[in-house]
């Protein structure tokens, strides 16, 4: 059985003297997903409706910029918020150290307690531990706030979102760019096929099958595009909208 890396010492201490790296792909699937929903419940909404093609156009292409700006800008103000609070509860930690080093202490020792240790191991464990400030305040960040021991960078997260927002969200737009006869039919299987490769994707980084994440991803995606198509009809009729 091949593993995913060597479990020699000069590898293990070649992997972990590199440089750890936030994870985006939270942002990338968020951004593909919704831009591909969106603008394809645009398309739905408004061929439900009976409306011209010229109008998926313009509805279709505003929504990518101004949505998928706007997606960017609340991830990286979310994101933002996230180090914030983190920066603060940093500082709240450092603070109750300062002036109450055996208060903290014993917060450390109840938390190896609940993780099994004892004895001798426990406290030379907890010395170990409180005998860095920086490794002390990380330790209580992870295990009484349950924050990440690496923070996303808000530019970056909202990059992700929102060029993966663009490509995705421009798919089902193609059909009407280039004048195919039943634009909508090919729309609605360009944006299946979107749904699908994203699913397959971020099979990557979970134990799914890459099969059953792409299908997962395409039922949700389709279900918001079949929902949007209903309410365009249905408000057709209710507006009055002649065919």
């Known amino acids: 059985m091949q593993l995913e890396h060597e479990h020699t010492s000069e590898a293990i201490i070649d992997r972990l003297q590199q440089e750890r790296r936030p994870n985006y792909l939270r942002d990338w699937v968020y951004g593909g997903i919704d831009g591909a929903v969106t603008t394809f419940a645009v398309i739905a909404g408004v061929a439900g409706a ?8 313009i509805l279709g292409i505003s929504n990518i910029v101004a949505d998928g700006f706007s997606m960017a800008a609340a991830n990286y103000s979310g994101t933002k918020s ?5 920066r603060r509860l940093a500082e709240v930690e450092r603070r109750h150290i300062a002036l109450v080093p055996e208060g903290e202490r014993e917060e450390i020792r109840q ?3 609940s993780k099994g240790l004892s004895g001798a191991a426990l406290e030379e464990a907890v010395t170990a531990i409180t005998s860095n400030e920086q490794v002390w305040v990380e330790t209580m960040l992870a295990e009484e706030y349950g924050l990440p021991a690496i923070a996303r960078q808000p530019v ?6 929102f060029s993966a927002f663009m490509a995705c969200g421009g798919i089902p737009l193609i059909p009407y760019l280039i004048g195919l006869p039943d634009a909508f039919q090919w729309a609605i299987l360009a944006t299946g096929v979107v749904f699908f490769v994203i699913g397959s994707v ?10 059953h994440s792409g299908l997962e991803t395409l039922a949700i995606g389709m279900s918001a595009a079949g929902l949007a198509y209903v309410i365009g009809y249905l408000l057709r009729h209710f507006v009055g909208v002649e065919l």
């Open 82 to 86: 996230e180090i914030d609070d983190m």
């Open 202 to 211: 971020k099979s990557r980084w979970s134990l799914a099958r890459w099969w």
């Open 50 to 57: 009976a409306l011209s093609p010229g109008i998926v156009l």
């Open 111 to 113: 938390i190896l307690v």
């Open 156 to 161: 970056t997260a909202g990059l992700y979102t």
